[in-house]
């Protein structure tokens, strides 16, 4: 029998699963012995490197197609494609993209272990999708500027699919375009002006982020939604969070012109609120055994207190003790931080030696 390869990490959470089922009773030793055979520590992380090297490869057919549009006879063939309907350019996108997730979806079912491969079929469909989109509106536009409803359009789309092939990738997309027709929508209902309700488009998506990580602890015990639960929830904390970072720094301001007019130090309050909203977020992660809102929480409450501390001292300090402080704070996080890792281990290997004992 062949042995399951893990990585490091996975490899602990096993052992410990293992030995807390021991603990309790609910396995015993000669099951758990041959649980922790079943499996060993990989040397090399050959999936990371497949998953890196299938998206080079996506990146450098996009430079490719780049590269081989600027020549001079292609140029002249896209002329001639110029004068093609944009509902026949439509379609054709529209076609391809079907082609793309029907080959996906079959290499899912018939190579499951072909991840990346698969996603990067499914991601050219992604592609193709947009682009038949973005044809079908330019085919129906009537010259009011209203794209923001392609935007829209796009949330369905890509919702429908995400939910009929089960992929998260897909989802990934639906999310973007909802929060790319938000974007848009409040921009074209203010005819592009500054403000969307007393609102810059910093703070609108602070409200954005809000909304969607509120719908999500609602759906939280739904089982239809269960499969993008935790895609959704991150999507939306990191919404939440850039924009709480762009506000810290442009406060609600909503040109970059009346923005340099200012003091930094007059917009201290957004850089207090969003430190409050990541101290909020560590705390409930602490609280509820939230692993995303904790990790969220804590790397955001540190992205805002040094974003303030560049903002503030790096004009009126010596540049020397600047990364001198700089790099004592770095260094005292990372010993308290290794600090609480060993105490872990420590338990971690007592709890172990206790069990096989």
């Known amino acids: 029998m062949s042995k399951l390869n893990l990585d490091k990490q996975e490899s602990e959470f096993l052992n ?11 396995l015993d030793n000669t099951h758990a012995e041959k649980l922790r055979s079943s499996y060993e520590v990989k040397g090399f992380d050959w999936m990371r490197l497949a998953k890196y090297s299938f998206w080079i490869a996506l990146a450098c057919g996009i430079i490719a197609i780049g590269s081989l549009i600027i020549n001079d006879t292609v140029i002249q063939w896209l002329q001639q494609l110029y004068y093609t309907p944009d509902i026949v350019i439509s379609i ?11 080959q996906g979806r079959k290499r899912e079912r018939l190579f499951p272990e072909q991840v990346f491969s698969n996603e990067a079929l499914i991601f050219t469909g992604v592609l193709f999708t947009a682009c038949c989109i973005a044809y079908l509106g330019k085919s129906f536009d009537n010259g009011s500027g209203h794209y923001s409803l392609l935007f829209l359009l796009s949330v369905f789309v890509y919702g429908f699919l995400a939910w009929r092939m089960d992929s998260s990738l897909i989802w990934l997309f639906a999310l973007i375009s909802l929060g790319s027709w938000f974007g848009t929508e409040t921009g074209y209902q203010t005819r592009w002006a500054n403000y969307f309700l007393g609102m810059n488009y910093p703070l609108r998506f602070v409200v954005f982020g809000i909304v969607l990580v509120s719908v999500v602890y609602l ?27 762009m506000l810290s720094i442009f406060g609600n301001y909503g040109s970059v012109d009346a923005w340099y007019q200012i003091k930094q130090i007059s917009l201290y ?10 101290g909020c977020f560590l705390w409930l992660g602490l609280k509820t055994k939230d692993a995303i809102a904790r990790e969220f929480g804590i790397t955001f409450l540190l992205i805002f207190i040094y974003t303030k501390y560049v903002e503030y001292l790096w004009d009126h300090i010596d540049h020397t003790i600047f990364f001198a402080i700089l790099g004592l704070s770095f260094w005292l996080i990372g010993r308290k931080a290794e600090r609480i890792w060993n105490i ?10 206790v069990i096989n004992a």
């Open 16 to 26: 410990s699963t293992i030995s807390h089922w021991e603990k309790e009773g609910l």
């Open 92 to 102: 054709i996108a529209g076609a391809a993209a079907a082609i793309f997730y029907y």
């Open 219 to 245: 759906l939280r015990s739904k089982k239809w939604f269960e499969r993008f639960w935790e895609l959704t929830y991150v999507v939306g904390l990191l919404y939440l969070f850039l924009s709480l970072w």
């Open 269 to 278: 309050y957004w850089g207090i609120i969003s430190a409050a909203v990541a």
């Open 344 to 353: 872990r281990s420590a338990d971690d290997k007592k709890h172990d030696g």
